[in-house]
């Protein structure tokens, strides 16, 4: 992996981390906007060395930030596997022309992704403070369209700051 594409993914993930940090935690569960930069992170550089570097940093980020009782291990998990599954729908995704619909496809299947998989890892983990379908509609699925919403102007600003067009989403 080269050196410029490490410092992109850490860059972005340590913007990504400041945002996670200061938006405020509601019922022990806290809005993850480190997500978006991870998602952007791996459009940038589709490889499994990047996915891994990406979600394995998002990981470590979002457990030191979380606001949920024991939910280290289950952000780890969430992070790694989200990746993963981000990195498959890039693959996945690749005839669809456009942009602005690619990157919101990967905000909102990664963003409900990462929830299902931190409600279900904690669930089996620590607990749950709520119902599971009250936790999923009242938080991942507002996060989803909120992420999906900024994955498309985060990742268009990216592009534009990188200075180019080529990229797996072209």
Known sequence: MKIKNMILTS??????????????????MKFDLLLTFMFIAIMINPTIKNTLLAGLLSGILTAMTTTF??????????????????????KILAQIK?????????????????????????????????????????????????????TVIVYKTAIMALGTRKTVLD
Request: net charge neutral; glycine share 12%; charged share 5%.
């Open 69 to 90: 009782p024991g939910g280290q291990l289950p952000n780890m998990i969430d992070k790694i596997v989200t990746a993963f599954v981000v990195l498959a729908l890039i």
């Open 98 to 150: 456009v942009d602005s619909l690619k990157s919101g496809i990967i905000g909102f299947i990664g963003t409900a992704t990462s929830g299902l998989v931190f409600l279900t890892s904690a669930l089996l983990i620590v607990g749950l403070p709520a119902p599971l379908g009250i936790l999923i509609t009242t938080i991942v699925v507002p996060t989803a369209i909120a992420n999906t919403i900024i």
């Open 11 to 28: 860059v972005l993930l340590a913007m990504g981390f400041v945002l996670h940090a200061i938006v405020p935690g509601f019922f022990g």
